[in-house]
């Protein structure tokens, strides 16, 4: 006697579960790879020292050709210098308008701080440390490498994941000290120099707004921000399948995963640092 099941008969069914359980077992499964990456960073810092070195190198400078340029180091300069830019432009033509562009200065400490150097930043690590990360994990999965390093005996997600999670760790720190300054001097520069306000106006108003409270965790909002991109980007190249192709995939999911996902942890880490009080006293 045989007992048969609702889905077999009715395969509609068995569809319809299928559609609502495999997104919870992505779920579940990313969870799980997150949880194995962070506890395998002990074993990675005791064991595979010399891959992580390499991994920071090529993260910092860049590889190849990249070297000439300075790699990611010169992209989020450029790139902060360009959000700095707005600021001024933004800053001094709107207070302009109400009479009272000497604030400017007070628009560079506040939402450079705050807003746009984490979040550029993190778009930065996405696009150039992320994505190579998953390309070249997801490279190595469907040409077996990884196989191959899991039948020679080396924990695979220790030396490719963990690796990779505690070099974006490491670099984001001068990268974002980078971002900070080349934002706050884009700021300066556009408005002392293209607009023609006094450097002591910009200065006195800089000053009093700069925080060094929200300058650290704007700091750590930012180390917050890499591991999560890291984790993301070398999940989905750790699972890459099909070839090229998938890997390219692979990556287009990676980069837009970790943008959302970046985007929500910046919001719900203001929320949580700024959401009651603010820190903010307009004075001075």
């Given at each position: 006697?045989?007992?048969?099941?609702?889905?077999?008969?009715?395969?509609?069914?068995?569809?319809?579960?299928?559609?609502?359980?495999?997104?919870?077992?992505?779920?579940?499964?990313?969870?799980?790879?997150?949880?194995?990456?962070?506890?395998?960073?002990?074993?990675?810092?005791?064991?595979?020292?010399?891959?992580?070195?390499?991994?920071?190198?090529?993260?910092?400078?860049?590889?190849g050709a990249l070297i000439i340029?300075?790699?990611?180091?010169?992209?989020?300069?450029?790139?902060?210098?360009?959000?700095?830019?707005?600021?001024?432009?933004?800053?001094?033509?709107?207070?302009?308008?109400?009479?009272?562009?000497?604030?400017?200065?007070?628009?560079?400490?506040?939402?450079?701080?705050?807003l746009i150097a984490p979040a550029t930043t993190a778009v930065a690590l996405s696009a150039t440390i992320g994505a190579g990360a998953t390309a070249q994990l997801g490279a190595m999965r469907i040409n077996e490498e990884v196989d191959a390093l899991e039948v020679m005996g080396v924990r695979s997600i220790a030396?490719?994941?963990?690796?990779?999670?505690?070099?974006?760790?490491?670099?984001?720190?001068?990268?974002?000290?980078?971002?900070?300054?080349?934002?706050?001097?884009?700021?300066?520069?556009?408005?002392?120099v293209l607009y023609g306000q006094s450097t002591g106006v910009y200065d006195h108003y800089f000053t009093t707004f700069l925080n060094p409270t929200d300058l650290m965790w704007s700091f750590g909002q930012t180390i917050a921000l890499s591991v999560?991109?890291?984790?993301?980007?070398?999940?989905?190249?750790?699972?890459?399948?099909?070839?090229?192709?998938g890997v390219g995939e692979a990556v287009g999911r990676a980069v837009r995963t970790s943008l959302i996902v970046s985007a929500v942890v910046l919001v719900m880490l203001s929320l949580a640092v700024y959401g009651q009080s603010g820190n903010f006293n307009l004075a001075g």
């Open positions: 006697m045989t007992i048969s099941r609702p889905h077999s008969q009715f395969p509609w069914l068995k569809a319809r579960f299928r559609s609502v359980a495999d997104p919870w077992n992505r779920v579940g499964m990313q969870a799980k790879f997150f949880g194995r990456t962070l506890s395998s960073i002990r074993y990675t810092l005791l064991h595979y020292q010399v891959e992580l070195i390499r991994i920071i190198a090529q993260m910092g400078l860049g590889a340029i300075g790699g990611t180091v010169a992209i989020v300069g450029f790139l902060t210098v360009t959000t700095g830019a707005l600021v001024a432009v933004q800053g001094y033509t709107d207070f302009s308008e109400i009479g009272v562009e000497a604030l400017t200065g007070f628009a560079s400490a506040f939402f450079n701080v705050r030396y490719l994941a963990s690796t990779r999670v505690v070099a974006g760790f490491l670099v984001v720190i001068p990268l974002y000290c980078v971002g900070v300054i080349a934002a706050f001097w884009a700021a300066k520069f556009g408005t002392t999560m991109i890291m984790l993301v980007h070398t999940y989905y190249g750790y699972t890459a399948s099909g070839g090229p192709a």
